[in-house]
């Protein structure tokens, strides 16, 4: 992808520790990796990027398009905090270094190692790079044929109410019920 124009947007949903939606468009940080949502800390993970963005007035600086179509880029709030930045320095992601060798996320992610902020106060067995652990994780979601690595995110990316019910229970796609009654995709595919 040539590099995109910035935008301003306001974040309307927080998908996991390192992508939400502003709008209809969805994010993934750039340069870093969340614990997915089922997997230790992944939850947190999320919660801490929900505090910090939810709701707020973002500036997005696209760097690419990833093969789930989502746009990788580095957002920065309203008030300039380097959300990406952010993440790592408490310890909620990290430095994705398949795809960035920035020294600045390393060295946040280096200070964060040392004083056990967010993931890195996990037991060592329990702290691994959500790319190994989705490697680790891929057969177990694969018996039933659905898998929360697959990103989806929206009801028509869904071929029934079986995979919303997955998705919504299993990788934690908690938008998918929008009136919180335990039902996903009420007007398409689940509907009584």
């Known amino acids: 992808m040539a590099q995109a124009r910035a935008w301003s947007g306001q974040v309307t949903h927080v998908i996991d520790g390192d992508s939400l939606l502003t709008g209809n468009r969805e994010i993934r940080l750039a340069g870093i990796d969340a614990p997915e949502y089922t997997q230790p800390y992944g939850r947190e993970a999320r919660q801490v990027l929900y505090d910090l963005i939810h709701g707020r007035s973002v500036q997005v600086k696209p760097v690419t398009t990833d093969r789930h179509g989502r746009i990788v880029a ?6 300039g905090l380097h959300v990406n930045a952010a993440m790592v320095e408490a310890g909620a992601a990290y430095v994705y270094r398949r795809y960035t060798d920035d020294p600045h ?9 040392e004083k056990g902020k967010g993931l890195w106060s996990l037991p060592s067995d329990q702290r691994k790079p959500p790319e190994q652990w989705r490697r680790e994780h891929e057969n177990e979601t694969d018996r039933i044929g659905f898998n929360c690595a697959v990103r ?33 995709c009420e007007r398409t595919l689940c509907k009584s």
């Not at 580095?74 to 008030?79: A, C, L, Y």
Request: with cysteine; aromatic share 6%; net charge positive.
């Open 105 to 113: 996320l390393i060295a946040l992610e280096t200070v964060a190692k």
């Open 74 to 79: 580095h957002v920065t709030r309203d008030d």
């Open 152 to 184: 989806k995110t929206r009801c028509k990316q869904m071929t029934s109410c079986e995979e919303a019910r997955f998705y919504l229970t299993r990788c934690g796609t908690h938008w998918l019920d929008g009136n919180k009654d335990g039902v996903p």
